[in-house]
T-cell receptor
Framework: KNEVEQSPQNLTAQEGEFITINCSYSVGISALHWLQQHPGGGIVSLFMLSSGKKKHGRLIATINIQEKHSSLHITASHPRDSAVYICAVRLMDSNYQLIWGAGTKLIIKP | DTAVSQTPKYLVTQMGNDKSIKCEQNLGHDTMYWYKQDSKKFLKIMFSYNNKELIINETVPNRFSPKSPDKAHLNLHINSLELGDSAVYFC????????????FGSGTRLTVV
């Protein structure tokens, strides 16, 4: 079992739908990151969370430390949101070591 | 202005050659990283430097050697390239304690033929 599990692996939705991507982890962490990798390959850091909830535009990220679970939500999804979304956790005793999830490939159809 | 810039973006080279990939960040971050993205799209940490000091050195062949002339630069030199080195290599930077995430470069797609 991987230390960081994402679900679903693939997600196809229609423009405008509310999207949820989940991340569960089994290790002690100091922070969790959500990243976006565009079809062209570039990686963008979306959020870094250690507790609660963060919002940026149409993106919302939440984390439940007790349940070791985080979700990334996209409201009013748009074809330009199509990308791979990656969850990565920073280990408790390290400022630098990240464990990456396998990513969720999201396709938003017009 | 580009925050983390990698060069080149694409690199095609023959087996046995030596090549370098350069990375520069203008964010004032104190930590820089090299990641390798494998065929399954996992990102694996290779090296990390904090203020020019090597702090993470994962199990990679010693043909890979990072060089950090200053905290804004982290270059990756690869000797005797092999077919299995073909991958996308990402440079990233972060600042400890700032509460912000990582900033990534756009990646270097290395193809060894």
């Amino acid at each position: 079992k991987n230390e960081v599990e994402q679900s679903p692996q693939n997600l196809t939705a229609q423009e405008g739908e509310f999207i949820t991507i989940n991340c569960s982890y089994s290790v002690g962490i100091s922070a969790l990151h959500w990243l976006q990798q565009h079809p062209g390959g570039g990686i963008v850091s979306l959020f870094m969370l250690s507790s609660g909830k963060k919002k940026h535009g149409r993106l919302i990220a939440t984390i439940n430390i007790q349940e070791k679970h985080s979700s990334l939500h996209i409201t009013a999804s748009h074809p330009r949101d199509s990308a791979v979304y990656i969850c990565a956790v920073r280990l408790m005793d390290s400022n630098y070591q990240l464990i990456w999830g396998a990513g969720t490939k999201l396709i938003i159809k017009p | 202005d580009t925050a983390v810039s990698q060069t080149p973006k694409y690199l095609v080279t023959q087996m046995g050659n030596d090549k370098s990939i350069k990375c520069e960040q203008n964010l004032g971050h104190d930590t820089m990283y090299w990641y390798k993205q494998d065929s399954k799209k996992f990102l694996k940490i290779m090296f990390s430097y904090n203020n020019k000091e090597l702090i993470i050195n994962e199990t990679v062949p010693n043909r890979f050697s990072p060089k950090s002339p200053d905290k804004a630069h982290l270059n990756l030199h690869i000797n005797s390239l092999e077919l299995g080195d073909s991958a996308v290599y990402f440079c990233a930077s972060s600042q400890a304690g700032q509460g912000k995430g990582y900033t990534f470069g756009s990646g270097t797609r290395l193809t060894v033929v």
